[in-house]
């Protein structure tokens, strides 16, 4: 039974309604609902649709439910009102496998699914992990999202043929993201709000967010009634599984060919004597994004100016050069990661590999974000 329309204030409707309305004994619905709109915002090179239903790759949701949960597991907070969260024991293994604090251990685990975990028993780990989300996702908001509006399960995300898994995943052997993509496959969603959720899920970030809603059910949990945290504090947890990041190795690279005196800004042109910093093309706080490709060297108020904007067309046409050389270089000193990361986020394959292709695509984006998201663009100084 298909109780939408193409009346956009419909698709709306049911976005509040999992928000507001929709049981949750578990943060699990918000945690879904959040990383959808953070994929269809940053990775929509990877989304497709056909005929009614918008497909999104499980393998990064997977890894997005992972550091979102990962703080609340260190700190012992529960995202439930019974049981632990299903996968709290292969996180809370996979946080033994470290040391120090919060942020150093989220470090950590980040570089090593960037280099496909060197360390056989943290590999281990981490595909128990991954598995059990991806079964945790299926099973669960998936299900149970909108049932009671639907009248039944599986009506809001779309049942699949199989269950997600990773048992035919050899971990005996290093493995990297793109090879959690390839066995997780996708799930899907009504096409419908897919629209509404590109274009306002920035603004689902307030008081009625889910990030907001995520919070307040974890302070209402009764084994959290004595935790020695506050909302904000919550708040923090939340949105800092979106700030953990690292400029290396593109900054140390960057650092020995400036100490050859052939660096440069890519935005000015002019040598990079002094201090510089490493900029993103796509700003980190719109897509928290640093692989190789989205990472340039900058003069430090060159960065400051351009911040949160986004780089026009007409400037990054005018640098396609200078850009193509940078990705050259870095390429042939990190080429395996390199291939990996055009591969996830750009939805270019090995065999289509191409620098031109790489700077169609990231055109495509930049005219999605300022044409179709209203972006503030940025024309350079």
Known sequence: MNRLSSNSNEAFQLISHIL????????????????????????????????????????????????????????EVHQNSGKPIVFYQSLKELQQCYKGELLDIEKNILRD??????????????????????????KNPMRYTLNQYFKGEYQFYQKRKSIPSLKKLNVNQEFFRNDIHIHLGYIAFRAEVRHGLELFGSFLIGENSIINNWADLTLNFKKNKTLPFDKNEIVEFLYRSNNIRSVNPPRSYYENV?????????????????????DHIIPWSFWKNNDIWNLIPSQKDINNNKRAKIPTVKLLLSRKEELINIWQQTHTEYKEQFEREIALTLNIPKQDFSYEKIFETLIEKVKYLIDELGMEEWKGK
Do not use: M
């Not at 949750?24 to 709109?37: Q, V, W």
């Not at 929509?44 to 949960?69: H, M, N, R, S």
């Not at 400036?258 to 490493?278: A, D, V």
């Open 20 to 75: 507001q309305k929709d049981s949750k004994s578990s943060s699990y619905k918000l945690a879904l609902l959040r990383g959808i709109i953070e994929i269809l915002t940053e990775n929509q090179a990877l989304v497709y649709e056909k005929e009614d239903y918008c497909y999104i790759p499980l393998g990064p949701l997977t890894e997005k439910w992972l550091f979102y949960y990962f703080p609340f597991v260190y700190h």
């Open 113 to 138: 699914i960037k280099n496909g975990f060197q360390n056989p028993n943290k590999r281990q780990k981490y595909h128990t992990c991954i598995h059990e989300i991806a079964q945790c996702i299926y």
């Open 258 to 278: 400036q100490s050859k005196g052939k660096l440069f800004c890519l935005w000015t042109l002019k040598p990079l004597k002094g201090n510089f910093e490493t």
